[in-house]
């Protein structure tokens, strides 16, 4: 391993975890680089480089902070080679493998091919000429005060279902934890090649989901009686949408890797973070 790339959090103290790198690729002949704008805010001996040649350069890239900088590490890594480690600083994330006093071992681990990847499905929304890309999820979402969004669901090229809602939401199996749960999805395991559709708030007789497989086509088409929408892309707002706009929803298996080191599973991951607990029902054993 010779190159590593690291993505900070905008906000949160990451001088120590870019210390630890820097550390151990002093030790090991690696070369770190960093986001010029990101690493500018450091007195640190990265290379600064831009967002494009960072995925482009790095073996590895390193993602210090929370799960919305490990959904940006894996879009700077979207086609590339390298896979992204995710460190925690601060509240447990379902993405992130290490805290960082583990840092440098994980480091070792990785340079010694002591890991594993997990490959992550990504959606492409494609609406006219305007294509996105979502690691998270792609939901379309009414204003506050607005009617209910008007939203037809196209499976496999033939009309499903149509919601008025809150929003609709078109999850990955990494999303599936984030909108689509709050609204009512369920949880799959990354390694699922599907894509999810969630209603947030339905005002209709059909209130359930949809689980699409990765082969099978899928689009919303945004229906007379709806205002202006936004559709949101990993909670960020792209584009707004109205009526008789229609986006496409694409998926793309194995878009980014994620590194696993064998700590723990997702779903030991997810029960913690969530705090999942059993029902009353069942006698404590």
């Known amino acids: 391993m010779h190159v590593v790339g690291v993505v900070l959090h905008p906000q949160r103290d990451s001088a120590e975890a870019v210390d630890a790198i820097l550390g151990w690729a002093a030790g ?34 390193v993602s210090l902070g929370g799960d919305g900088t490990m959904l940006r590490a894996m879009r700077l890594a979207d086609g590339q080679t390298a896979p992204v480690l995710g460190v925690n600083l601060g509240k447990l994330g379902f993405l992130a ?14 340079d010694d091919h002591r890991f594993t990847v997990e490959p992550r499905l990504a959606v492409d929304a494609v609406i006219g000429d305007q294509v996105v890309t979502a690691f998270n999820d792609v939901a379309v979402v009414r204003y506050p005060g607005q009617p209910s969004a008007f939203v037809a669901v196209r499976a496999a090229g033939h009309p ?99 590194v696993r080191l064998g700590k723990t599973t997702f779903y030991e991951r997810a029960r913690r973070k969530l705090r999942l607990t059993d029902s009353a029902e069942i006698p404590a054993s």
Do not use: K, W
């Not at 070369?31 to 805010?41: C, N």
């Not at 493998?97 to 990785?110: H, K, N, Q, R, Y």
């Open 160 to 258: 499903f279902v149509s919601y008025a809602a809150d929003a609709v939401v078109v999850a990955t199996p990494t999303g599936s934890t984030a909108y689509s749960f709050s609204a009512g999805g369920p949880i799959v395991g990354p390694s699922v090649e599907a894509l999810l559709v969630t209603p947030a708030a339905p005002h209709s007789a059909y209130n359930r989901g949809l689980v699409l497989s990765v082969n099978d086509t899928l689009s919303l088409e945004i229906l007379p009686g709806s205002e202006q929408l936004a559709m949101e892309v990993d909670g960020q707002v792209a584009v707004y949408v109205a009526a008789g706009d229609r986006i496409d929803l694409q998926p793309r298996p194995a878009a980014a890797r994620v």
């Open 97 to 110: 493998e290490v805290d960082v006093p583990e840092l440098p071992g994980a480091l070792t681990a990785i």
């Open 28 to 61: 090991n002949g690696a070369q770190v680089l960093g986001i010029e704008s990101e690493i500018s805010r450091l007195n640190c001996a990265a290379v600064p480089v831009t967002a494009a040649e960072l995925g482009r350069r790095c073996d590895l890239l």
